[in-house]
């Protein structure tokens, strides 16, 4: 079995000596452990902070820091 990624030639394995999991790792040139690979973003400027937001009955000191690009909800 002929292996290419993107056009590009990545390696000849005999169809008997593989698994599917290896398979596809050479396919897409990573582990399926990992859907999207992880990536470091920096943090961003803090936009909004609460710092010990209670409200009777609901949530006590809630604190948090909300920075420019994360999402909160």
């Known amino acids: 079995m002929a292996v290419f990624r993107d056009g590009t030639y990545i390696g000849l394995q005999r169809a008997e000596s593989m698994d599917g999991d290896s398979l596809i790792s050479m396919m897409v040139g990573r582990e399926l452990t990992q859907l999207f690979p992880q ?8 936009l909004l902070s609460v710092s010990d ?18 999402v909160l909800g």
């Open 39 to 46: 990536r470091e973003k920096p943090a961003g400027d803090v």
């Open 53 to 70: 937001l209670s409200l009777k009955g609901i949530f006590q000191q809630v604190s948090f820091d909300l920075r420019a690009g994360e």
